[in-house]
């Protein structure tokens, strides 16, 4: 019974790392004509609305400079949280739209704008660091107002956007967020983004039938957190949704990246402040302060969802290699070692690391979680009792797979540091307090181990048959007559 609740154990854990996911919230916020001539005033209230979001990726509209989205990132985000970056800024006409990022999270490719009778439509692109998929963003600020001129330039511009999605491959992976000035579920640019004629539809997970701007539909509205005229911003009261996040179908569906159930919010926004100001009180889902930090920020509220991003693990498939003093020139005795994965470049920095258990082929396979596919990294073998051994360049995975070989070429360590015993080339042994050399110190050591009659799975037993004896001194001297040590990168310090 205790074995069967052991192996059951292994496979929970086994289906734990390979479904391993994490997710990140992406959040869309109109900030008025950033940075305007009052920032010193406004600052604080973003930093305030930021303190408690800290999105992973935030998408903002009305940025009008590249000196607006510096000071955002400094004055605000970096102040708050440390570690966002802004991707390219690209100055269009009128207003902007800008991205900002965790660049722990993710990794800024490109911007390319899609122009418009009005304003620029910004498509994004990130890559996820972990799972190395990557997002699509499109942020866009649609033409204002009512009247049916207006609907036919919002029309008009979405089409420039259906244009370029439904080139996408099938199954990419996007969302479109920003202001889009929509008043209701008939308006022809809603209508254009959600038809499924062609395959780069919309979906909206808040489908609202007829006109939005009822009080039914109170806790959807993202404009106007305020009644009153201040700051150049639309007043009213909260009686419109013209900010959303929509979704692609492969967003929607299993697998890749995927739209968490029950997270689409409009921060602040508690339903209860129909035509009027945000920050009345009680607000039910926001503290005081936070209602007024919304309320003097901006006369938009930011909306947010969270996205699981699948991490894909990365598949070390067939591993080689011999250990040198257990190996007897037809098969070794099976042991375990650790694989490192290593940045490519200075000071070769740790990305992740596996046990593999080698058998008595010197085959084996393993996982990794934290690496990404397609960069390259240094494979490092570990072993209890031998010399750190570095493959003789950067490795690349490719469509998450490997395969790599330290026992058919002496070419394949770095500067050929493997010992050749018969027709294969093995990990040197004897490294027993794993300093990087085989020295006098090793020898000490299972000198010392078999003058005491040492046994078991211990470092100084160097030939793995559970005895310290003459033959793992024999090993031992060999490898401190011939200066066996760690071959490495430039720089590294191990």
């Known amino acids: 019974m205790k074995m069967i609740f052991k192996i059951l154990v292994l496979v929970l854990h086994f289906t734990l790392i390979i479904s391993a996911q994490s997710q990140h919230r992406i959040m869309s916020y109109n900030l008025l004509n950033y940075p305007g001539s009052d920032t010193t005033t406004r600052n604080p209230y973003f930093r305030t609305i930021f303190s408690t979001l800290q999105p992973d990726i935030l998408i903002v509209q009305e940025m009008t400079s590249q000196a607006g989205v510096n000071g ?7 102040s708050v949280s440390s570690g966002y970056a802004a991707g390219q800024f690209i100055d269009g006409f009128d207003t902007d739209n800008a991205i900002f990022y965790k660049s722990a999270s993710f990794t800024f490719l490109s911007n390319s704008p899609i122009q418009t009778e009005l304003r620029d439509i910004n498509e994004f692109k990130l890559r996820n660091n972990i799972s190395g998929d990557t997002l699509i963003i499109y942020s ?12 036919q330039q919002r029309a008009a511009e979405i089409d420039s956007l259906r244009k370029r999605t439904n080139s996408l491959n099938s199954g990419t992976n996007f969302i479109v967020v920003g202001d889009y000035n929509i008043y209701g579920a008939s308006e022809p640019a809603y209508q254009k ?46 009686d419109d949704r013209f900010d959303m996040i929509l979704m692609s179908q492969s967003v929607i569906d299993e697998g890749g990246i995927k739209y968490v159930p029950g997270t689409y919010t409009v921060y602040g926004n508690d339903g209860n402040h129909y035509n009027d100001s945000i920050n009345r009180p009680p607000n039910n889902v926001v503290t005081q302060t936070i209602a007024n930090a919304l309320h003097y920020a901006s006369d938009h509220l930011p909306v947010y ?40 470049t200075y000071p070769y920095t740790l990305v ?60 394949s360590a770095y500067q050929n540091n493997l010992k050749q015993v018969g027709n294969k080339w ?27 009659g040492l046994t078991g799975y211990v470092p100084a037993d160097i030939n793995g048959d559970l005895t310290v004896g003459v033959n793992d001194v024999i090993k031992v001297y060999e490898n401190n007559l011939i200066g066996a040590e760690i071959k490495a990168p430039p720089g590294y310090v191990k």
């Open 72 to 78: 955002f990132l400094n004055n605000v985000l970096n």
């Open 140 to 151: 866009l600020h649609l033409k204002a107002s009512s009247g049916s001129a207006n609907e």
């Open 193 to 238: 983004l959600v038809s499924q004629s062609g395959s780069g539809y919309l979906i909206d997970i808040n489908p609202l039938s007829g006109d939005w701007s009822q009080q039914q539909y109170a806790a959807f509205h993202t404009q106007s957190p305020r009644v009153r005229s201040f700051g150049g911003g639309a007043t009213g009261g909260m």
């Open 305 to 344: 969802a969270d996205f699981e991003f699948n991490q894909s693990m990365l598949q070390l498939t067939s591993f080689s290699a011999l250990i040198e003093g257990m190996y007897n020139g037809f098969s070794m005795v099976p042991d375990t070692v650790t694989i490192e994965l290593r940045e490519s």
């Open 352 to 411: 992740d690391q596996t046990k593999i258990f080698l058998n008595s082929s010197g085959t084996g396979s393993g996982t990794f979680a934290s690496a990404v596919n397609g960069v390259p990294y240094y494979i490092v073998l570990k072993h209890r009792n031998s010399i750190e051994t570095w493959s003789s360049s950067p490795q690349v995975f490719t469509s998450n797979s490997l395969a790599f070989d330290f026992a058919s070429s002496s070419a």
């Open 426 to 452: 093995c990990i040197i042994s004897g490294d027993v307090n794993q300093d990087g050399f085989v020295d006098s110190e090793d020898l000490s050591i299972v000198f010392s181990g078999n003058a005491t």
